[in-house]
Each structure stands twice: as C-alpha cells, then as structure tokens.
C-alpha cells in the first residue's frame, strides 16, 4: 500500500474472516490476453465514414453469442474515470465562485437552483466543444435534406411536364438528388453518433461523480439527502441526462430545417404558406404549454418517488421490529399511499406526453389541409408541382416537429435532473486533512486548537472546544507504533473526537486545523455488514492474502466463530448480520479495518461488545500485537488496558481534560488516578460476584444429580 497519500477507507471498513482450514484460497480471476484496441483507431477514413469497424462484431454477434474476450479496450475519453475526472474538476471550479451565495441559501429549493446553474456551467467547460462537430452535421443535413426533395424535386416534375428539355439534364437532377440524400444520410447518422457518444460519455461522468461522491461524502447530512434519492440519481437522473445531450444537437438543426423548408413553402404556393405557418405557431404553443407541464410533473413524480424509495427503505432497515409489532399492514398502507401518489402523477404525465405526441404527428397533416384550401379558396389552380413540392415539404417538417418537442421534453427534464445532480456533488465532504504529504517522513494526527460540531449551523451546539493533539510515528521506525486510550465518561466527545480526526465535524472558526498523515481506516462503534459472505465483509474488496487473513481471524478472535458457520468464511451474513450476534459483528467490523492494513486505525470502543477473556485476547493479539506499528485511536471504557497504552487522552466535558501516559496521569492527575481506583474495586466487585454465580451455580449442579461434592473442592 502506498505511503504518500492518505486514504481515508476506514469509515466504509468492518467485517469477519474464516479460517483457512475450511475454506480453499480465492484465486483471482484468470488474467486472459489484452483486448483488442478500439475498432476506431484502426479504422480509415471510408470505414469510419460508413460504420464499418464494426462490422466484425456485428457479423460475430449474429452467428454466435458475444463474450467476454469480443470486448475491446475503451477509447481513453470514453473511460468514466477520466470524464468523471474532467467533470468534476470543472464542477469544483465553478463551484468555488458561487460557494458563499450557495452556503447562504436559506433553502433547498435555493441550494438546488445554484447547484444546477453550476453543474451546466461545468457540462459546458467539459463536453461543450464535442458538440461542434455534430452541430455542423446537423446544418448540414438541414441543407441537403431540403435540397432534395424541396428544390430538386419540383425541377424533376418541370422536366417530366416539358418535351423540349434534353433528357440528360433529367439524368443530372436525378443523380444530384441521389447524391443529396445519401449525404444527408450521412450526416444525420453521424450526428445521432456524435450525439450518442456525448450522452454515453456524461452519463458516466454523473455516474463516476456520483460515486466518488459517495465514498467521500461527510457522514453530517443537513440537506436530508436519503439513499433514495442518490439511487434516483443513478437511475434516473443519469439517463434523464444522457437523453437530453442526445437531443440538445437537434435542438439547433430543427429549428433551422423549420425555417427554411417554411421559407421554400412560400416561394412555391404565395402567401397561403402563412395559413399553415400560423397553424405551425399555435401548434407550437400548444406544445410549449405541454413540455411545462411535462416538466412540472416529472418533477412531482421523482418528489414522490423519492419518498416512496425513502419509505420503503426505512421499513426493509425496521422490518424485524415492524413484524414483531405487527405493524405490516400499517407500513404497507404507507408505501402504496405513496405508490398511488406517484402512480397518479405518472399517469397525467403519460396522458399529456401522449397528446403531445398526437399533436406532433397530426401537425403536418392539419398544416398540408390548410394550406391547400387556402391556396384554392385565393383562386389558384393547384397544379402537381406545386402540390407534390408543398407536401415533400411538409414531409421534411415532420422530422422537425416530431424531434424538437422530444428535445424540449428532455432539456426540461434535464433542468430538473441537473439542480438534484449539482446540489448533491455540492454536499460536504469529508476533510481529509491533508499534511504534508511529499516529505511523508511519519504517520502523524495533528489536532490544533480545533472546535467543532456536528451541524454547520451557527447556533448548533459545539461538541469539542479547545481541542490540541499531536501523535506521529516515523515511517522508518513504523515497528513501534502507538495506541492512544481515548477515555472518559459517557458523553464527554469520545466518538466525537474520532468524528474530527475524520472530518466528520465541522470546524468552528478558522484558527483550528486537523492534520493527518496515513491510510485511515475506522471501526464504528455500531458495526455493519454487508449482505455478502463472511469473507468478502473481511476483504472490503481487497486481494485476498492467505497469511494476513489468518492472522487477522485469529487476532480478532473469529476463528472459532467462522468454523462454527455452516459454510465457514463463506456463510452468508447479510440482512445487516441478524444472523450474528453483537459481538461477532464487532469482531467482523475489526477485522475488516485489520486486514485494509491502514496506517491511522480509529477503535471506537470495539471491546465493549466481546467477553472479558475475548476482549483481553484482541487487545493483546490485535491491538498490540497486528497493529504494531501503527498509530491507534482505542476510545474504551476498559480501563485496565490504559496501563498498556503509550498514551492516554481524557476526555472532560467538551474538551480534552489530560494528556499523558499511565504514569504521569496517576501522579499528577488526582481525577484519572480516583476513575482507575474506582474501575479497579469496581473489577473486584464484579470478580467477586462472578465467582460467587459460578458457586452457586456448581452447587446446583452437584445437588441435582445427587453427588456429594468433595471436601477438596469446598
């Protein structure tokens, strides 16, 4: 693992491992031999021009069924990584102009306007010059479509109508329509092409945003921001996205087409072009007031959506509560209350993209009426050329008006879709802290003068004042590591000092920092699993290694738990681990952090959920003894391990009350030396009354069964 930059993978880390006894390494997949590069590289202008790179994997497809090894290797700016990367850069950018006006924001309707507004701004500095290309394919199909069937066509029926012109110059009109059509053919392609492309490539930047958002995203969520509605994002949102880059290139060819085939339409019937010109325009309208609507509902949709996926996850999170206070039918009512809410908004949605639809595809025909009783009713005679170029025409402009509503329906979606998407890659992340990282000379956490809390909120109370820590261990004499014993009474900022040393608080003023130097990796107090099996919640995704993983099971004490599991290691362990109990779970979420082999490893009280003799076992085994050479945070109400800590922080009411090791606390601290007398005689106590249960309790036994206990043994 790298040691020149900090990677903060332990609040995602916990879980168990099983013993190598029962269950057989797991082999990496078998590395086969490199794809091929992509088709487009290799291609020529000719195969470029008409798609043919891809023939060979159409043909293949067609004869047999496409596996994995037909896959070639990704164009680098198709890869999510790297647009993920750019769009995020430029995210950040723009971000950073307008960060006090979207911190002032009073709500989030507000937040979201800005956020969007942003989040344009960087599609525009990331994808806007892609769209050049399509956008000049676009004007040009626009020409050459109207060429063809607009001016070339009604040369064609004057020919066929006079005798006396050379049948050569038939030939010429027919060949120049010909090669209008296939051109324009061309270009209309390559623009879906280009227009694909460019979706694809911002789809997988949200979706690699998104995510690099998710692992990064501070655990203090004020804007109410559920998993649902992240899940709407990658479902919805993304392709909503992908959609509107898709039709936005239409949006410049359409009204141009529009114009000009309207223009032509003038020229051949006179003024009565106007009627259905006027036609048009209502039409128009008509459409405009429908994509609003569309819009407006779509956004009521995805509200109630989310509130549904909301609803539905908390029940899933409470179900064995829920079942156990038959409150089924109650939540069930809930979530199809919602269901319906969000059914009747979709189907208003579906009725008005329906009409919108029937306007697109009746306009034409309503607009062609027109105008020929129009043309008739002014006295003219309606001669085959007139009529057969006005409905060539009209033809053209069904391409226009069947697109640019779609266009617009899309635009308007992606407005909604990109204040969500800005607002939620504006949330706060985690501060990671960073100190100096070129040199990396030791794993150091420095803590000066912070104050923090947990709402960024002005009035929110503040949790730790005053708040100055500097731990460090020298990479070169990494073997001797440290543990820090965080202690002190419930509720005086324990866990909420791990918290800072994360990043998770917000830091009060400016005079405060928190540095630090390391991979991190956190094991919360309340432990999770994943719906997965033992060993996979132990990897976290990691390679797998015999050695460390044994070491890591026996440290944590699981070793006897996994082979106890009907499958070993391989039992699955999900439904958030009600299959384990909570110390195991405990154990897995240790484990899990162990075996990421971090630098900084933060413990919040990882020994209050285990027996006695299995809490002495991983303190010894593991604390002391895998994580040698670490810096570790243990937050305990153990105190008989204190002694065995390098160095001890008590914890006061809001601030760090004493610094120091064991010794020096016990002679010149009078409170820390009364707390440990007092766990002490509290420890006899506790003795005491164990011995006198397990006395009580072999007397029992003896009595039971009818055996006179021996004189040896009173």
């Known amino acids: 693992m790298g040691r020149d930059k900090p990677r903060d993978i332990g609040v995602y880390l916990e879980e168990p491992r099983s013993p190598s006894s029962k269950v057989k390494p797991v082999e990496d997949d078998e590395v086969g031999p490199p794809a091929p590069p992509p088709p487009v590289e290799n291609a020529n202008f000719f195969s470029r021009l008409f798609f043919a790179n891809i023939d060979r994997v159409m043909f293949r497809g067609y004869k047999q069924k496409l596996g994995k090894e037909d896959l070639h290797e990704l164009h680098p700016d198709n890869k999510a990584h790297i647009v993920a990367e750019t769009l995020q850069l430029n995210f950040d950018t723009e971000m950073a102009k307008v960060r006090d006006a979207f911190a002032l924001a009073s709500t989030k309707d507000e937040k979201q306007a800005i956020a969007g507004k942003v989040f344009f701004r960087a599609v525009v500095k990331s994808f806007g010059k892609l769209y050049i290309l399509p956008i000049v394919l676009m004007v040009f199909w626009s020409a050459l479509s109207l060429i063809g069937p607009g001016v070339l066509l009604r040369e064609i029926l004057a020919f066929i109508a006079v005798d006396t012109i050379e049948p050569y110059v038939g030939y010429l009109y027919a060949l120049a329509m010909f090669f209008a059509q296939f051109f324009a053919s061309l270009c209309i392609h390559h623009t879906f092409a280009s227009g694909q492309r460019l979706g694809l490539r911002l789809r997988g930047a949200v979706l690699g945003s998104v995510y690099r958002k998710t692992m990064k995203l501070s655990s203090i969520n004020e804007s109410g921001t559920s998993v649902g509605e992240v899940m709407n994002i990658v479902a919805g949102d993304a392709e909503r996205l992908f959609m509107a880059s898709t039709f936005t290139i239409f949006m410049f060819g359409a009204p141009l087409s529009f114009i000009a085939s309207n223009g032509l339409l003038i020229g051949y019937v006179g003024p009565s072009a106007l009627a259905g010109l006027a036609m048009i325009v209502v039409l128009s309208v008509i459409q405009g007031v429908l994509g609003k609507r569309i819009s407006n509902l779509r956004k009521q949709a995805v509200q109630q959506a989310d509130e549904r996926v909301r609803l539905l996850n908390e029940t899933l999170v409470s179900v064995k509560l829920i079942k156990f206070l038959n409150w089924e039918d109650y939540f069930v009512g809930r979530i199809g ?91 706060p ?129 699981l070793t006897s738990d996994i082979e106890l599991l009907p499958a070993g290691d391989m039992t699955e362990i999900g439904e958030r681990g009600i299959n384990l109990s909570g110390g195991q779970k405990a154990r897995v979420s240790l484990a899990r952090a162990v075996y990421a082999d ?99 309790a072999e007397k029992v036994v003896v009595e039971s069964v009818g055996v006179q206990k021996p004189k040896s043994l009173a």
């Open 429 to 557: 992340e985690i501060d990671e802290g960073k100190g100096n990282e070129q040199a990396m000379e030791t794993i150091s956490v420095k803590v000066d003068n912070g104050s923090f809390r947990w709402l960024s909120s002005p009035d929110a109370e503040v949790i730790l004042k005053g708040i100055s820590l500097n731990y460090d261990v020298p990479v070169r004499e990494e073997e001797k590591g440290k543990v820090v014993a965080v202690i002190g009474a419930v509720g005086t900022g324990k866990s909420s000092l791990l918290g800072a040393i994360l990043g998770n608080m917000y830091e009060v003023g400016k005079k405060g920092s928190v540095k630090k130097n390391g991979t991190i990796a956190y094991c919360a107090q309340e432990p999770w699993v994943l719906n997965a099996t033992m060993k996979d919640n132990i990897l976290f995704g990691l390679p797998f290694d015999q050695k460390k993983y044994d070491r890591t099971i026996h440290a944590c004490s």
């Open 337 to 427: 209350e919602k269901r319906s809410q969000e059914v009747s908004f979709l189907l208003k949605l579906g009725a008005i993209k329906a009409l919108n639809i029937l306007v697109t595809i009746a306009s034409p025909i309503f607009v062609l009426g027109l105008i020929f009783v129009a043309y008739i009713g002014s006295g003219q005679r309606l001669t085959p050329d007139a009529a057969f170029s006005a409905m060539s025409l009209l033809g053209i402009l069904m391409f226009p008006l069947a697109v640019f509503p779609q266009a617009v329906k899309w635009v308007s979606e992606a407005r909604v879709s990109m204040k969500r998407v800005g607002f939620f890659l504006a949330l």
């Open 598 to 696: 971090p630098q900084i490893v933060l413990l919040d009280d990882p020994l209050s959920a285990v027996d006695a003799h299995v809490g002495k076992h991983i303190f010894e085994e593991c604390i002391k003894g895998v994580l040698k050479g670490k810096l570790v945070f243990l937050v305990t109400h153990q105190l008989q391990y204190a002694k065995h800590c390098d160095s001890i922080v008590m914890m006061g009411r809001h601030c760090v009350d004493a610094v120091g090791t064991y010794d020096e606390l016990m002679t010149s601290n009078s409170h820390f030396s009364q707390l440990i007398k007092a766990h002490t005689s509290e420890g006899k106590e506790t003795k005491k009354e164990a011995e006198a249960e397990a006395a009580a």
